[in-house]
């Protein structure tokens, strides 16, 4: 069962003690509120069971305010931006728990990418493609810190990065160290990316493409370094 789903649990508890206090002021039946909570009790446990969460997910989405329906569109083209910047094929992407429903996914959104790529390595190529993955898985977080000065989502993000480090085969006391120097790396991308990032933000916004996505980040990452070349020429 989910962090969510353990919250929205003690969240009915709690709210089913006040109600039985509460219940003789008001002249309220305490049957009332009792049945209520475990009714609710019973549908998070059956949503966590058979559906892993998703209904509950898509509720609580729903409620979902502007600005945290921002950050989730800040956070993945975090996610986006670097991956494009590093090589890391993309193939979609969801921003919302409903999009993400459609599409079979879980949670509230996210970047696919083609990982295809992690079973056809060379010993000598695992190191570097691995560590391109850390920074790619890191990079939402970055993008928080960047626009909003800290992050507030990146839990799984980190789920699945402590699960490739274990799969590459780093030592666990090394997992903080590898996750700060992913995120610093992420961070590094998108701040010297600032206009490509905020211009992708809009794309996705707008539910642009993959395809016009990566090649509006390669036209202008493109045109940047010549505007570069020629400034310092």
Known sequence: MDKTSLNLIAISVFAMMLSALLSPIFNISPFIPAATTVGLLGLVSVDSLTWQGKGLTLFLDLF????????????EAGHFLVACCLGIPITGYTLSAWEAFKQGELGYGGVQFNLDILSDLKIKEAPLIFERFFTVWMAGIAAEKVIYGNASGGQQDRQILREMMSIAGINPRNYLQKERWAILQAQTLIEKHQDVYKTLVEMMDKRSSVEECCQMIQQKIYSNSLEEVSTTS
């Open 64 to 75: 979902a305010s502007s600005e945290d329906r921002q950050r989730i569109i800040n956070h």
